[in-house]
Every structure is written in structure tokens, then in C-alpha cells.
């Protein structure tokens, strides 16, 4: 168990690594760029809980409104899709790379339910976790 967890906790570093890399840089105030930086390395790292879109905003200074307006023009997806993007990114990562129970994975990925984790998930990938586990069986 234990040895599964330092496996995730790697796992996750190294997807939060690879985001990074490909965040684009956008022609914007220094401040704008610090501040949305921030906001995407704060999604990055904690995506996997319940974040609220409009204190995150008010954060930084923002309306809720602008901030999505702004965030969409930025990463190219609202703030509420680029969660869900990441999570099931991850989901997708943990599904092929471990033997976790699809009920853990949803929990580590920010879903208490896992049958909306099932609906988001096959919505975005066109097929359930369960048939990603059956076509990429996790072998020790």
C-alpha cells in the first residue's frame, strides 16, 4: 500500500511537470502573467480537490466572470474545463499504470461520485475507465 502511494505521489509530480512545460506564455501585463501562472500552478497541484472557481478569482483580483474570460483566452478552455481535463488526465494515467480500484482512482482524482467520474470520464474519452483497465491491464 504504501508502495502504491509513493507511486501516485510520483506519478503526479511528474504529470504536474509535464503541464507546466507545456503552459504557453501569453503577451500580457507582468502582473497578469504572475498572477495567472500562479492560478495555473494552483490547478495543477491541487486539482485533485474541490476548488472554487470564484474564490480563486477574487483572489487575484478578479470578477468571476472575467476571470473565465480571461483564463478561456489564455489556456483555450474555462477554468472549470481545465480541471476536469486535468483529472481525468490523471485518471487516465492511474487506470493504465496501477491496479487501484476504479472507486480509489475517481476519489484521488477530486470525484466522491463515482458514477459522475464514469459519465465525465467516457463523455471525454468516448469509453468507460473500465474498458480503458480491460485494454491497458496494469502488470507488476
Known sequence: HFFSENI???LSLIYNRILQSQYKELDNSPQESANFDYIINYFNEYFMT????ESVASTIG??????RLL???RTGVSPKHYI???RLKYA????????LPLK????QCGYNDYFQFNSIF?????HSPIYFREKHPYNF
Open 62 to 67: 478578479y470578477c468571476p466572470d472575467h476571470f
Open 71 to 73: 483564463f478561456k483566452k
Open 122 to 126: 467516457k463523455k471525454y474519452y468516448g
Open 92 to 99: 487516465h494515467v492511474l487506470i493504465c499504470s496501477t491496479d
Open 104 to 107: 480509489q482512482i475517481a476519489e
Open 84 to 86: 476536469i481535463q486535468l
Open 8 to 10: 501516485n505521489a510520483y
Open 50 to 53: 474541490s476548488i472554487d472557481i
